[in-house]
């Protein structure tokens, strides 16, 4: 007798096995002869059929006890199952009650619930078919990263979320301090006196681990970040977050073509390792979420990523026959429906777009030899646009110093950045992977909120 | 021709192989026939030995440009090396120099640094060995943390970094703001007027993800967060980060017993991992930092753990033969004088301490029947007292909110962690393990700071 998961029973036991299982029960149907329940422990999307008959001890007891929601632990012998949709059940021979759930409060009775509604109970929400899936296959995604970095000798090196930097320029910082709001303290000239905050110092929460990750592959040469990282951006919609976990490979002695071939590499098995772990996740998704997961999936796995500079794409795209909303036009940015069109329509299969012009990118992106574009790269996939976005890095002093003056950004901050340039500078290159949107894309989940256990968001930092 | 790491090449490679290698000068030796420069990619410890001869093209200048800190490819073949300490080296056919290092201002010059010197370079000390070794090593215990957890079918769920809860009582609290610090809004009464903050509250950074890994071990059974967490404790010793990344494993239809079996198997684990995958550098521990490194390992991996009741560790501690300087006395915490007594000098390998006093210990631990004791768990180990602390949780609602009342802790504020306990309640239990106190422990380095790419203390947000 063993005590397994009800993922291992579903997939491999065979009648007659005697097992233990413990979970919560889904649901309960009582008949005359004898009662059903379905008993789920989170390691699997479908429940395991338990049949209780009355000659179990303390049947009427247990009965009341057993509504949804209710945890127990029941062992028995495995039998087949005479009942559609299952190939086994399980025949209790005794039955533990750890804990009731009263059908009168317990929010998950069996029904469909909305999302928003799952959002508001937040602690509860996992137990549901959708949202358990959803953070099976979030961790196959975060497993099959570390996974695919580890094979091929990449250090996973831990960037710091706390950093005095501010001169990245990806939109809105949170402050960290432990200064009284209440009583900050002031300089003579009636400034915050930051020498009495903790870090003597303005702190900020990091909004990359890029800068560090190049540190980092200059001593390692290959390493990747994959942290949590934040934007204090009032953006309430369905695809930002204010706290979000980012993958950050760095490679040196790499050029563009080095990191596009990665990131297709990348995409490709995470797509794989998903599907490889989590089919019946999947399968479930691309039935009730989105239908065409499964076919976006099988399109990364099996097409070579078209390869094109934004130049052709800006070409192809005032060929295209068809009316944009956004203007397209040489030195204007890529708008989603410009990247979704390419993708989507178009190539039907990936893209990447490269060599954009440098006034739209930033100063850290290598200077192509006309001046005019840097060596940038964005994965452009079918049905959400953008999925990565990299560079080859400007590794020359004298060029990177240019285009920080030219940017507004003090060399003298980033000296040690510049040290980088000034002692064994490498070509290298990497790029940007945001993990809740790889996931979103995965599932098709259509809010970024339902794939992130407890998601920080304007108004809301519950749980 | 291959692409290869100096790792694989030091390990595996037989003379006559052709292999190029990229990485950085770490010394350079002129002799009258010919050149060594000793060239590392941080792969490895030790450096891999090439052979310039003055018939390669550019002798001359490439002889000028590689100074220590210089960057390089070169090309050639495998040879047997006739120095000692060496099996083989490379015989250069051509050299490229990426970039130079300026000898008179390049930090790194070969020689002994202080690990005080070292941080304030942060940005180029990965490029010594001892720092390149501690990322190494870093590295594979996490790797080695992730495997361990996967293996057994536990998720990785990422606890948030932002929250609004403050009553777990673990210290002080950074605060998240996106509030104007030189112009807080007020309320009426004077306060700060947090509903114009980004979150409409106060918030902070997280100081553990516990509470949010049982609301998922409530839905998944077995999960492990292992992020940042923080503390604005003004502690500048050398076993104090203000942000650590920390690792905390949660299973439901878990007691004390298999909260104490998780951990040796998680502790033997990943030191077998270490040893198994980087022995050089932990060789090099032993014989540079700490000469009782590899025979603690081996006593971590080869002994049952001891396990012995709080109370019988005070029986002992009284009778122990020598002074201590803090009191021996039921009730009272152990110190690291202790811990270290129990674990070094009695039993001579790691010893599992549990059911500690309710008074010294959080109000989430469960309360035993006797109602002076809580069943803790605290793993002390040779040479650094806890390494891990855990207990089974309260699963009961009632006696969960008399602690929490009797803490001072308002229940309301933890609603949703109640929940767990009204909906499905079950016996689980989980433990933390501080992972830059692991890597420390396992390298032998001194100050924890050298154990983390980005140490944040007191005054100091560097790079």
């Known amino acids: 007798m063993v005590n397994q998961r009800i993922a291992e029973i579903l997939r491999n036991s065979q009648p007659d096995e005697s097992v233990t299982i413990k979970g919560w029960v889904r649901t309960k149907r009582e008949l005359k002869e004898f009662t059903f329940i379905e008993v789920n422990d989170g390691s699997f999307l479908a429940n395991l059929q338990v049949v209780l008959n009355p000659d ?85 995604c975060a497993s099959a990263i570390h996974q695919f970095f580890q094979e091929r000798g990449f250090l996973w090196i831990h960037s710091p979320i706390i950093t005095a930097s501010d001169c990245e320029g990806a939109g809105e910082l949170f402050t960290v301090t432990s200064l009284n709001l209440n009583n900050i303290p002031k300089t003579k000239a009636g400034e915050v006196d930051f020498s009495q905050d903790f870090f003597g110092r303005k702190a900020y929460l990091t909004v990359s681990g890029q800068l560090q990750a190049e540190v980092m592959a200059m001593a390692f040469r290959d390493v990747y970040t994959f942290g949590p990282t934040f934007r204090a951006e009032n953006s309430n919609t369905s695809r930002h977050l204010a706290e979000f976990w980012m993958v950050e490979p760095e490679m040196a002695f790499c ?84 990247e979704r069109y390419l993708a989507e329509e178009l190539f039907k299969k990936p893209v990447i777009v490269t060599n954009y012009p440098v006034g739209i990118k930033a100063f850290y992106m ?18 959400i646009g953008e999925i990565i ?75």
């Not at 399968?283 to 934004?310: C, G, H, K, M, P």
């Open 255 to 338: 050029d563009l073509n080095g990191d596009m071939d990665l990131a297709e590499a990348f995409l490709k098995y995470i797509f794989k390792y998903v599907l490889d772990k989590c089919p019946e996740d999947m399968e479930f998704f691309n039935e009730r979420i989105d239908n065409s997961v499964l076919a976006t999936a099988e399109n990364i796995i099996n097409n070579e990523f078209q390869r094109i500079t934004y130049t052709e794409a800006i070409s192809l795209l005032e060929k295209a026959e068809r009316q944009f909303e956004y203007p397209v036009n040489w030195g204007l940015d890529l708008q989603s429906e410009h």
């Open 389 to 463: 976005g990299g560079s080859q890095r400007e590794e020359r002093l004298d060029v990177l110093q240019k285009r920080m003056e030219s940017q507004g950004i003090n060399p003298e901050d980033l000296s040690w950045y510049l040290d980088l340039r000034r002692y064994g500078t490498v070509p290298h290159a990497g790029f940007g992977l945001g993990f809740e949107r790889l996931v979103q894309f995965m599932t098709g989940m259509g809010n970024i909120r339902d794939v992130i256990p407890f998601p920080r968001t304007p108004l809301s930092a519950d749980f």
């Open 56 to 140: 179990l001890p303390d049947y009427d007891t247990i009965l009341k006890q057993i509504n949804t929601g209710a945890s127990v632990e029941v062992s028995g012998v495995i039998v087949p199952s005479l009942g559609k949709g299952q190939r086994i059940e399980l025949k209790a021979s005794s039955v533990i009650v750890y804990g009731d759930a009263d059908a009168a409060t317990y929010p998950l009775q069996k029904k469909r619930h909305s999302f928003e509604f799952l959002r508001t109970i937040g602690h509860l929400r996992s137990r549901t078919n959708t949202i358990g899936a959803v953070f099976r296959v979030r961790n196959a």
């Open 366 to 383: 290598r200077l192509n030899d006309e001046e005019k574009t840097v060596a940038a790269m964005d994965v452009l996939a079918p049905k």
